[in-house]
């Protein structure tokens, strides 16, 4: 019964120290949006600290994975279109 208690109480306090970590950092990371600051690498690592707890965080880190992955290959895909435009014939 205390052997169950102890392991009840030590999941909760982890899951207020998660969360509370995560959502400073995820908060920092918004305020970073309009101030100085590295927002971008600041905002998904919030979200990672959250979503060892939570599932909503793991569906927006998801999503934030896949939108910058699509950013980066149209980026490359339009960087190749002007080499390929840029070279002599």
């Not at 101030?35 to 707890?53: C, H, K, R, Y």
Request: a positive charge; charged letters at 20%; zero cysteines.
């Amino acid at each position: 019964m205390i052997k169950n208690a102890a392991h009840l109480t030590y999941r909760t306090g982890r899951r207020i120290v998660i969360t509370l970590v995560g959502a400073s950092v995820l908060v920092l990371g918004i305020v970073m949006i309009v101030t100085p600051g590295p927002a971008l690498i600041v905002i998904p690592v919030g979200l990672a600290i959250l979503a060892v707890e939570f599932v909503w965080a793991r569906h927006g880190l998801r999503k934030l994975r896949v939108m910058i992955s699509r950013r980066g290959a149209e980026h490359r895909s339009h960087r190749a279109e002007q080499h390929r435009e840029s070279k002599p014939r």
